[in-house]
Every structure is written in structure tokens, then in C-alpha cells.
């Protein structure tokens, strides 16, 4: 008798229908001996004020300005930004149509979390998360409506292993004259599935009462239960089908579709802080350590406009909020997933399956290891 697929045991491919493309997860190499490179566990006794760091408070930065003596949060536009505010000169003509380039202007705001320098995400309180939230739509709706502004990215390095340089807590806000590759593609493909014939009619709908691909996709998952690490009652984080990041996590609002973080009520602020804070501290228990990750929002490209107080639906409410978790730990604090010559040069592969990355998850506990 031939022998039975067992996704636990056989390689197979998964497809990811946010981007269209798709990953190899080979869940028999995690039986593998591993004597490739480790990395040095993040240090675990940073001091509440660093008289050295850039961005505590009343210290001075890299380029001379003292920060104020914050009390929450504090934002200032990044010292050393990835873009430049207009106006930025014309690009030279293409020496060829193979080679074309195109100006991008925009700016940069640096959103530090919290005065402690000792702390993040996951030892922060719920009320200092929703202060976070709170800032991150303030910045999200005033850059977002600005001439020439076409996208707003908020997004968070956290960890030395994610090219953080500094380990005080914080994030950035990146807005640019252009939509960037990947959420474009997101976009994309959201639009497609809400025209297709694939599309069903579980969830609630999107744009014009059309099927929200993430909104299908999260009623299936909550049904399903096999990949969900936790949820409350607005959002659920879970390990998607076709994650890459061998503990990736995927946050998205479940009850009704929301396109930006200007959509969200009072109640669903806080029950999406307390959802950051929930996956964070079960990352920092998974391996009992400060937890790398590379942490994005995805939602409208800019913050719908209003009439009498009202927001205006358009077009771009075909996109659902959604935030990607993607941490490069794979067998414990010190081991990372590289980028295999396969993977540079074919597709993206995986171990580990999502289904066993979630149930790992699931199992930590609720409550940070350094306060069990």
C-alpha cells in the first residue's frame, strides 16, 4: 500500500495567496544536528537610564539635540533618515530601459515607546501600549496627509540579531512618495481575490460588501484551530499556512473588516494592545530571552479622509489591518534561520511547521518569564 502524505513528515509546498508566491517546508530537517553559527544571547541587564543612549530621556543624540525629559512617549523625525523631505532633484535620464531610477521623497519619525530603557513590548503595561498605538495612528494620519505622501510603514527592529542599534524601546514610521513592493503586492492580490470566483462567503465582507480574502482566511483559522496562538475579543495571532519565519505570527482583527488604525473604536485599541502584549511576551518565553523580530503594519496606504467627522470609504478599504510578526530565531536564543543558497536562489523554505510553531506558542506562558 503506498505510503500516506504526512505534512508533519513529508516536504511540500504552501502557498501564500497575500503575495502569490510560494514556500518548501521540509519539516524532516528538524531532526538536523546543528553546528553552524550562534549568536550571543541579547543581554538581559540593561539599566533603567543609559547616560549613553541616544534615546533616553535628556540625554543627547548623535547630532547634538538633548531629548526633552519625556514621561510616555516621545517622537522625533530620525536623525539619519532613509528619505528626504522635498524637494529632491530629478533623476538623470535612464542610461537604458533597464535601468531606470525614480526620486523618492518623504520622512522618517522615530516613535521610543517608553522613558525605561530596560524595557519593551513585552514588559511594558497594556496602558503604555495603547499610548504607543495611540501615537503610531497620530503620525500614521499626519504624514498620511500630506502632499506627495503615498504610503505610511510603521514598523519595529527589535533586537540586535534585526540590525536594531539601539536596544531602547522604540520604532519607526517611514512615509514615502511611493508604494513600496510588498505591501503593493498585498494590495494587489486582495483586490484579485475579491473579484474571483475563489472568493466564498465566510467572514464578514470587505470593500463595497465584497469577500475580504484576510477576512475568509481568519474565520477558516478560528474554525480550524491549528494554527491560532491566542486571541481576545477583537483580534486573533496566529501562525499563518505559508509562514516563512519559523515562529512568524500574523495579527489581524476578526469580527468585522478594518482597514488603518483609524478605523478602530476605543474597545478595539485596546484589545489589539493587549494582543501586541500577549505575542510578545509568549515570544520572550519561547526561548527565555529577549525575542528578535522584525515587526510591520500593513493597512491602507493613508488614512481615508473625513466629511463632517465621518470616514470616507474608497478604494483602499479593500485592504484589512494587519500586522506581521517575523522573528529569525529557530532552535533557541542563540540559533537564527539564514537565508540557504536554495532559498536565495529559488524560494523561500521552512522546517519547522506552522502548525507545530504555533502549538509551541501556544503552550508558553501568558505571563513574562522574568515576573513567573
Request: charged letters at 20%; a negative charge; hydrophobic letters at 35%.
Given at each position: 500500500m503506498a505510503e500516506q502524505f504526512d505534512p508533519t513528515t513529508h516536504p511540500h509546498r504552501r502557498y501564500n495567496p497575500l503575495t502569490n508566491t510560494h514556500i518548501l517546508?521540509?519539516?524532516?530537517?528538524?531532526?538536523?544536528?546543528?553546528?553552524?553559527q550562534t549568536?550571543?544571547?541579547?543581554?538581559?541587564?540593561?539599566?533603567?537610564?543609559?547616560?549613553?543612549?541616544?534615546?533616553?530621556?535628556?540625554?543627547?543624540?548623535?547630532?547634538?539635540v538633548?531629548?526633552?525629559?519625556?514621561?510616555?512617549?516621545?517622537?522625533?523625525?530620525?536623525?539619519?533618515?532613509?528619505?528626504?523631505?522635498?524637494?529632491?532633484?530629478?533623476?538623470?535620464?535612464?542610461?537604458?530601459?533597464?535601468?531606470?531610477?525614480?526620486?523618492?521623497?518623504?520622512?522618517?519619525?522615530?516613535?521610543?515607546f517608553h522613558p525605561r530603557h530596560d524595557l519593551s513590548l513585552p514588559t511594558l503595561s497594556v496602558d503604555d501600549i495603547v499610548a504607543i498605538i495611540q501615537e503610531w495612528t497620530r503620525i500614521y494620519h499626519h504624514r498620511g496627509t500630506r502632499d506627495g505622501i503615498k504610503?505610511?510603514?510603521?514598523?519595529?527592529?527589535?533586537?540586535?540579531?534585526?540590525?536594531?542599534s539601539n536596544p531602547h524601546p522604540h520604532s519607526q514610521v517611514w512615509s514615502t512618495s511611493i508604494l513600496p513592493t510588498l505591501p503593493a503586492k498585498e494590495l494587489s492580490n486582495l483586490r484579485d481575490y475579491a473579484e474571483s470566483s475563489a472568493a466564498t462567503t465566510n467572514g464578514p465582507k470587505g470593500y463595497q460588501n465584497k469577500p475580504c480574502l484576510l477576512c475568509e482566511y481568519v474565520a477558516y483559522e478560528r474554525t480550524a484551530r491549528e494554527r491560532i496562538v491566542v486571541e481576545n475579543e477583537h483580534f486573533v495571532a496566529l501562525v499563518p499556512w505559508w509562514a516563512y519565519w519559523p515562529f512568524?505570527?500574523?495579527?489581524?482583527?476578526?469580527?468585522?473588516?478594518?482597514?488603518?488604525?483609524?478605523?478602530?473604536?476605543?474597545?478595539e485599541t485596546r484589545a489589539f494592545a493587549e494582543m501586541i502584549s500577549h505575542v510578545t511576551i509568549r515570544y520572550d518565553n519561547l526561548f527565555s530571552c529577549s525575542f528578535a523580530y522584525a515587526m510591520g503594519m500593513h493597512q491602507r496606504?493613508?488614512?481615508?479622509?473625513?466629511?463632517?467627522?465621518a470616514l470616507i470609504e474608497d478604494e483602499d478599504d479593500i485592504a484589512?489591518?494587519?500586522?506581521?510578526?517575523?522573528?529569525?530565531?529557530?532552535?533557541?536564543?542563540?540559533?537564527?534561520?539564514?537565508?540557504?543558497?536554495?532559498?536565495?536562489?529559488?524560494?523561500?523554505?521552512?522546517?519547522?511547521?506552522?502548525?507545530?510553531?504555533a502549538q509551541r506558542l501556544r503552550a508558553c506562558s501568558s505571563v513574562h518569564y522574568s515576573r513567573a
Open positions: 517546508v521540509s519539516p524532516h530537517r528538524t531532526k538536523r544536528p546543528w553546528l553552524g549568536e550571543p544571547p541579547a543581554p538581559s541587564n540593561l539599566p533603567s537610564h543609559d547616560k549613553n543612549c541616544y534615546l533616553c530621556p535628556g540625554n543627547a543624540r548623535a547630532n547634538g538633548i531629548n526633552e525629559d519625556y514621561k510616555t512617549t516621545m517622537v522625533f523625525e530620525n536623525d539619519y533618515a532613509a528619505v528626504l523631505p522635498p524637494p529632491v532633484p530629478a533623476a538623470p535620464a535612464a542610461p537604458h530601459p533597464l535601468l531606470t531610477a525614480e526620486p523618492v521623497q518623504g520622512g522618517c519619525d522615530v516613535v521610543c504610503y505610511v510603514q510603521i514598523f519595529e527592529n527589535k533586537g540586535a540579531m534585526m540590525g536594531c512568524e505570527i500574523l495579527v489581524l482583527p476578526y469580527k468585522r473588516h478594518i482597514p488603518s488604525l483609524t478605523h478602530f473604536t476605543p474597545e496606504p493613508l488614512p481615508p479622509k473625513r466629511v463632517e467627522g484589512h489591518f494587519h500586522v506581521h510578526f517575523e522573528p529569525p530565531l529557530l532552535r533557541s536564543a542563540t540559533v537564527r534561520k539564514f537565508l540557504a543558497g536554495y532559498e536565495v536562489m529559488a524560494e523561500p523554505q521552512r522546517d519547522l511547521t506552522a502548525e507545530q510553531a
